[in-house]
């Protein structure tokens, strides 16, 4: 029987434990990755999102297994309401409900204990949608099996959102999470495409992924400072017409004694969606967590909404990403 997942009102994602090629992780980082864990549950983050895809070459899984480790080794208070949220991929050579099952069994030794929320990556509507039906029914499969506690979906946009709902209601499984790229800077698939009014019609809690833009929105970079690598060629288009927005995020950050990533993050709480940034570092982690405990009023979002509606060059959005 599924079960309600109660989440928190903001959790981390984990994309870059284990990511060398983007993020530049090191075996070395272990320890460290392990104190944020600590820092994150002890301040009620307790919701982790991974993907059995995360990790890079021989690192493949490698975020999964290091969720499980630090879950079992936390000493913090919260640490019963540790959630861990796993997003299965849809790999070509994945083609049935067996398939899905298999992949959740395999993140589930990784992690050493179970999924508490199971995820379909993202569709394969827009390439090969007669793949999909098989593997929603391995998801649906194991909540019946009481594997995992609920299932969500990733980078599903409203059409094709309800047709999901549909199968799922059918089957009395309900879709407890939708995450989409949402930022200041990402506004499309909640805003324009209107997920958020459907989320909230069918009870479906929406997660932010990428809610700082990739650390764009932390006011770290600019064009003369660019980060290495993928970011730095993306940060180059984008910082110069994001100008007016960072700095009306500056404004409102200086005003409320706060960071700039910490309005971007309450922003998207403001907003009733819960976001997932990343964290390598204990700095990062107390940045995160300065998002929490306070809100901006209904004036300081229309700012930032206005600003952020001038940009113009946005984020890239996930090829994956369906109407």
Not at 70 to 78: G, I, S, V, Y
Not at 98 to 111: D, G, K, N, V
Not at 174 to 196: A, D, H, R
Not at 283 to 307: C, F, H, R, Y
Request: aromatic residues 8%; hydrophobic residues 40%.
């Amino acid at each position: 029987m599924p079960q309600t997942l109660t989440l928190p009102k903001m959790g981390c994602g984990t994309w870059a434990w284990g990511n060398r090629l983007l993020w530049g992780y090191d075996e070395s980082m272990d320890s460290q990755l392990q104190a944020v864990f600590n820092l994150c549950v002890g301040n009620g983050v307790t919701l982790f999102d991974t993907g059995d895809s995360y990790g890079t070459g021989r690192l493949n899984g490698r975020s999964e297994t290091l969720l499980g480790r630090f879950a079992r080794e936390c000493l913090a208070a919260n640490r019963n309401s540790i959630c861990i949220a796993t997003k299965l991929a849809p790999f070509p050579w994945r083609l049935t409900r067996e398939a899905m099952i298999s992949a959740c069994e395999a993140s589930a030794q990784r992690l050493g204990r179970n999924v508490d929320l199971v995820q379909m990556h993202w569709s394969t509507a827009n390439y090969a949608p007669w793949q999909e039906p098989p593997l929603l029914d391995g998801l649906a499969d194991l909540v019946d099996r009481g594997w995992v506690k609920g299932v969500g979906l990733s980078n599903y946009g409203p059409k094709r959102l309800q047709k999901v709902y549909r199968r799922f209601r059918d089957r009395g499984v309900p879709i407890q999470t939708l995450q989409v790229q949402y930022s200041l800077l990402s506004t499309y698939p909640v805003t324009e495409l209107g997920l958020k009014d459907l989320c909230h019609e069918l009870g479906i809690q929406l997660i932010a992924y990428s809610p700082l833009a990739l650390g764009m929105l932390t006011g770290k970079y600019s064009e003369k400072q660019l980060p290495r690598g993928l970011r730095g060629v993306l940060f180059k288009q984008i910082l110069p017409g994001a100008r007016p927005l960072l700095g009306c995020l500056e404004a409102i950050a200086r005003s409320r004694q706060k960071t700039m990533s910490q309005v971007a993050l309450n922003w998207c709480i403001a907003k009733g969606t819960i976001p997932i940034p990343g964290a390598k570092t204990l700095s990062q982690a107390q940045q995160n967590i300065g998002a929490l405990g306070w809100q901006l009023d209904t004036g300081e979002v229309a700012e930032l909404d206005k600003a952020a509606a001038g940009v113009p060059k946005t984020m890239v959005q996930n090829n994956f990403q369906t109407r």
